[in-house]
């Protein structure tokens, strides 16, 4: 990565770890890259150069040598520049000493905890890249357009909670941000834009430690769908599955779910209190009120294959269609020590509903997330199923072989 040196004003290709700042901002209209303009005088005329500037002056009163920031140390003319910029954005945002925030839109005089305050309506909120900007890194400054300090991320933690839904220890603990269910995680997403579709996606591979190729062209539909297939190679998390349809999307953009998985991170809107159930909790409920002799135990897993998922899953009959139990639940996120879960003790499990199909089995649409009491598991037993996938799900090859309680291939 190129780390500008606050002290030539020289652009350094770092190859080892050092201590540096980091930018976080929103780009205005005429705003322009200066790569290749760093160092020259011309390059201080530019506009939007005087964030590098205030960036520089701020690290310097820290007592740091280097900064990053998006503006001058990454070439946009570079398709690979791009990509490493694309894939390493969290880890870079993550190892930075500190992060400073500015807000254009903000007036520093304002107290930012007043419910009409700029702070609470700066369009950096809305940006998708900036999402992981404000998670990754440990130490976050706010500065107001007159570059007047607003606060921290630590202790302006319960007004930006309140505003974006994303759970105040995530904020408080970075560290922890991992530890939370995917479809909490994609929560966090909503009503977030970027200026082309397909970055709404790739804004998303940090948060959830996966890489994908950087394309264009495609749409936010296959190239989400392709997130969680890569999403689902890594976990046995089923919130995954907890989702839906998300309001004012097309007819055209629902046609391409692939039956289980969502065709656009909206779908996970209203799913910022959706827990996962570890395994360990789950297989003891499941033995306690659902095991066979044929199937002693469940499969937290889905099996992709080519032709769709396998599954073992608590099902109840609904007329010819059934209703099937995931291992996640709605409820307040219990933190156990090593991840946020479900308190099943005052928790509704989500229940997703199938119909049956010439292949198996599809899920029914709906307009919002079902659920189960906890204590209501009457008439429910393990059965293993099939759940078949769309033609769009077919179209981006079968996951690698994990082995996370999974069933043999199809």
């Not at 970055?199 to 769908?225: C, H, K, Q, S, W």
């Amino acid at each position: 990565m190129y780390l500008l040196n606050i002290n030539t004003q020289q652009l350094e290709d770092i190859h080892e770890r050092r201590p540096y700042a980091i930018l976080s901002h929103a780009w205005r209209v005429g705003e322009t890259h200066h790569f290749h303009e760093i160092g020259t005088e011309n390059v201080r005329i530019q506009p939007g150069y005087e964030k590098v500037e205030m960036c520089c002056e701020l690290a310097r009163q820290d007592g740091l040598d280097y900064v990053w920031i998006d503006t001058c140390c990454a070439d946009a003319n570079s398709s690979a520049a791009h990509t490493e910029r694309t894939i390493s954005a969290y880890t870079w945002y993550q190892q930075a000493q500190v992060c400073y925030t500015y807000l254009d839109d903000v007036d520093g005089s304002e107290d930012p905890r007043e419910g009409y305050s700029t702070f609470r309506r700066s369009r950096w909120f809305k940006r998708a890249w900036t999402l992981q900007e404000l998670l990754a890194p440990k130490h976050v400054f706010f500065f107001a357009k007159d570059w007047t300090m607003i606060g921290t991320k630590a202790g302006l933690s319960n007004v930006i909670s309140g505003m974006t839904g994303i759970h105040k220890d995530a904020l408080e603990h970075p560290e922890r941000v991992p530890s939370f269910s995917i479809a909490t995680r994609m929560s966090w997403a909503k009503e977030r834009t970027t200026s082309k579709e397909e970055d709404r996606v790739y804004a998303l591979m940090g948060l959830f430690g996966v890489n994908l190729p950087i394309l264009y062209g495609e749409g936010e539909t296959r190239t989400f769908l392709k997130l969680q297939n890569e999403i689902i190679k890594t976990t046995d998390d089923q919130s995954i599955f907890a989702w839906c349809p998300a309001a004012g999307t097309s007819a055209e953009a629902e046609s391409h779910a692939s039956g289980l998985l969502a065709y656009t991170f909206k779908c996970f809107a209203d799913c910022g209190d959706v827990q996962r159930i570890p395994y360990d909790l789950w297989s003891e409920y499941c033995t306690k009120h659902f095991c066979s002799k044929n199937i002693p135990y469940p499969q937290l897993g889905m099996d992709p294959s080519c032709k769709g998922f396998q599954a073992t899953l608590p099902v109840r009959q609904r007329g010819v269609g059934l209703d099937a139990l995931l291992a996640c639940a709605r409820g307040p996120a219990i933190w156990n020590g090593s991840e946020y879960v479900a308190n099943l003790n005052r928790a509704d499990l989500i229940c997703i509903r199938l119909q049956k199909s010439y292949h198996g089995y599809e899920p029914i649409d709906k307009d919002h997330l079902e659920t189960v009491s906890i204590d209501d598991f009457k008439n429910f037993h393990l059965q293993d199923i099939h759940i078949c996938a769309s033609q769009s799900f077919l179209g981006l090859g079968v996951p690698a072989y994990r082995k996370w309680a999974l069933n043999s291939f199809l």
